[in-house]
T-cell receptor, first 115, second 113 residues
Framework: GAGVSQSPSNKVTEKGKDVELRCDPI?????LYWYRQSLGQGLEFLIY????????KSGLPSDRFSAERTGGSVSTLTIQRTQQEDSAVYLC?????????????FGDGTRLSIL | GNSVTQMEGPVTLSEEAFLTINCTYT??????LFWYVQYPGEGLQLLLK?????DKGSNKGFEATYRKETTSFHLEKGSVQVSDSAVYFC????????????FGQGTRLTINP
């Protein structure tokens, strides 16, 4: 079956604009994660969904960042009033369940560049 | 908090050389440990994992043993190939709450023919 799909693969936008990044997890995967990969900070956790709820949002760097998940499937990460430090690759991962023996499967990411 | 430290790269080796990439961790409780690999132009892929002390994960000729006494999970391969050139990430999950992954900074490996 299909893996984790993210869109767009690349996004270039001007500082101050809002952006939406989309993640389609593997069908049937209940757990969904967003991470950010940047030069200065490496790979960082942003937010975790179990079904449609987000019990762990501890990694969101500011209130400009928000995410939602609908139907227990697609998730959208929204960044409002983008800043240059938001430039990074945003990765989505899903797993069958929130258990250590269930690996997280990653998408190819969205490369976000803020001009 | 939890953290993972990897040896700094880049690492450059000749084909058929022995590879070790060091990884140590700090965590409360009993984390699960992972190695992920990112080949050029591709996404992160799980390479191997170990979920308890003394477990050995292995895949594609790579091995890593969960050493609780030294809090380490070093990646090894006896004979590397050009196709192993990639960025390797060590990671842990604390097996609590979200079970989010905490990653090391990554080690870029280049294998020359």
């Amino acid at each position: 079956g299909a893996g984790v799909s993210q869109s767009p693969s690349n996004k270039v936008t001007e500082k101050g604009k809002d952006v939406e990044l989309r993640c389609d997890p593997i069908s049937g995967h209940t757990a969904l994660y967003w991470y950010r990969q940047s030069l200065g900070q490496g790979l960082e956790f942003l937010i975790y969904f179990q079904g449609n709820s987000a019990p762990d949002k501890s990694g969101l760097p500011s209130d400009r960042f928000s995410a939602e998940r609908t139907g227990g499937s697609v998730s959208t990460l929204t960044i409002q009033r983008t800043q240059q430090e938001d430039s990074a690759v945003y990765l989505c991962a899903s797993s069958l369940e929130r258990l250590s023996n269930q690996p997280q499967h990653f998408g190819d990411g969205t490369r976000l560049s803020i001009l | 908090g939890n953290s993972v430290t990897q040896m700094e790269g880049p690492v450059t080796l000749s084909e058929e050389a022995f590879l070790t990439i060091n990884c140590t961790y700090t965590a409360t409780g009993y984390p699960s440990l992972f190695w992920y690999v990112q080949y050029p132009g591709e996404g992160l892929q799980l390479l191997l994992k170990a979920t308890k002390a003394d477990d050995k994960g292995s895949n594609k000729g790579f091995e890593a043993t969960y050493r609780k006494e030294t809090t380490s999970f070093h990646l090894e391969k006896g004979s590397v190939q050009v196709s192993d050139s990639a960025v390797y990430f060590c990671a842990l999950s604390d097996n609590q709450g979200a079970q989010k992954l905490v990653f090391g900074q990554g080690t870029r490996l280049t294998i020359n023919p």
